[in-house]
């Protein structure tokens, strides 16, 4: 009898584990492997040898020395006097914030123009079609630019804010556009200031368990309950009742002119502005085609079926048609996303200190230390894409169909 039909009283030999179908593809991975580990040994040993030969050596002293650089957009607390792991750490929340900003602008907007390119209305129809195809043939590098020198050079002057005949005026007193960024009211927190905004987080979760609740309901028993006014209901009532409850101590401060420049309030740079539209512009019109096609991925038959039980094509879209598609959606969305914070290292064409701008250039620059900084940028761009990838595909997980 051949070896690869031996009963398990056989002995064991060596050569089983090449002619043995049991534990050949075994044998070969890790071989492969080992290969894989040693070839990786020998490039990192050459590495290090040829840098101790170079007289440089690895260090990671240089993240505790004076940075001695100023940065224009500052989330967290920083000056030229701190260090470089500082402003490292000011670059990355920076990466983070236009990241968040242009997934969740993308996301909108991919949606809405993937369900309007499928309307019977031919005007929208044709123009989200324009959308689309205009944005995603151009590179997103283009786009920023464009929308920067735009801005810049449309934009009014803070001066032209000045005087009881101002060529331009602030919207409702609080909010200015010039061409030196966004100035808008900036939040300031008193005592209990982070009771308000616990509530409205609970309230947030408190609104997906309500629509979760709804649509259990609606799947097991076939009763559909109003879900949007309740749900507005939740979200707003309890964080207003917290808010006077606690003696208002959320408050605002707007930006007003002073001098030469607008003071007070917060500051949106155009460059960070330029980087989040072009970025949600452009991948929007990726999730655009990802959003139709998931929608033309379910039978036309299911359309035709609600509309002859009397649903309104609003509540066919929401409850029978985007469910279903999510399947089809949410993977590509994934690289979208990853898309989204990978591109967002051009921001240094508009001068936005992202980390890419802080420990990638000046930081790097500054110290010689080329390798460390490129690992250390390699490895936050590399956790930040396995973070939303993981979030991702454990939504990916909830949104599957079920069997009943």
Request: overall charge positive; hydrophobic content about 50%; proline content about 3%.
């Amino acid at each position: 009898m051949s070896s690869t039909t031996q009963t398990g009283t056989s002995k064991f030999s060596l050569s089983m584990l090449i002619n043995d179908t049991r534990y050949r593809s075994t044998t070969f991975q890790v071989i492969a492997l080992i290969g894989l580990i040693f070839a990786m040994g020998y490039l990192v040993s050459n590495l290090l040898s040829n840098l101790a030969d170079a007289g440089l050596n690895i260090s990671w002293r240089f993240f505790g020395e004076t940075a001695g650089y100023d940065i224009n957009q500052m989330p967290i607390e920083y000056n030229n006097q701190m260090s470089h792991c500082r402003a490292s750490m000011v670059g990355a929340v920076n990466t983070l914030i236009v990241a968040f900003l242009a997934c969740g602008s993308a996301t909108i907007l991919g949606v809405i123009a993937g369900v309007l390119r499928l309307s019977n209305n031919w005007v929208v129809s044709k123009l989200m079609a324009i959308y689309v195809e205009a944005f995603r043939n151009v590179p997103v590098l283009i786009w920023i630019l464009i929308i920067f020198l735009v801005m810049s050079n449309v934009l009014p002057q803070p001066r032209e804010f000045r005087g009881d005949a101002a060529a331009s005026s602030m919207w409702f007193d609080m909010v200015a556009f010039t061409n030196r960024g966004v100035y808008i009211p900036r939040l300031v927190l008193e005592d209990h200031g982070w009771a308000v905004f616990a509530a409205f987080g609970l309230s947030i979760i408190g609104v997906f368990a309500f629509r979760r609740y709804a649509r259990n309901l609606l799947f097991n028993t076939g009763r559909l309950i109003p879900t949007f006014l309740p749900a507005i209901g939740i979200l707003i009532l309890p964080t207003v009742l917290f808010y006077f409850a606690l003696g208002s101590p959320i408050g605002l401060e707007n930006p007003a002119l002073k001098g030469f420049n607008f003071k007070g309030g917060l500051h949106l740079r155009l460059s960070l502005i330029a980087l989040w539209f072009a970025l949600a512009i452009y991948t929007g019109a990726f999730i655009a085609e990802n959003v139709r096609a998931g929608i033309q991925a379910i039978s036309h038959g299911q359309t035709e079926a609600a509309a002859a039980l009397g649903m309104r094509p609003g509540r066919i879209m929401s409850l029978i048609i985007l469910p279903q598609a999510l399947r089809v959606i949410v993977p590509p969305l994934i690289s979208q996303y990853l898309n989204i914070t990978k591109n967002s290292s051009l921001a240094i064409a508009v001068g936005y200190m992202d980390i890419t701008g802080t420990l990638g250039g000046i930081t790097l620059n500054q110290t010689g230390r080329a390798i460390e900084c490129i690992l250390v940028l390699m490895l936050f761009y590399l956790v930040i894409s396995l973070s939303i990838s993981a979030i991702m595909n454990v939504y990916n997980n909830a949104m599957k169909l079920k069997e009943r």
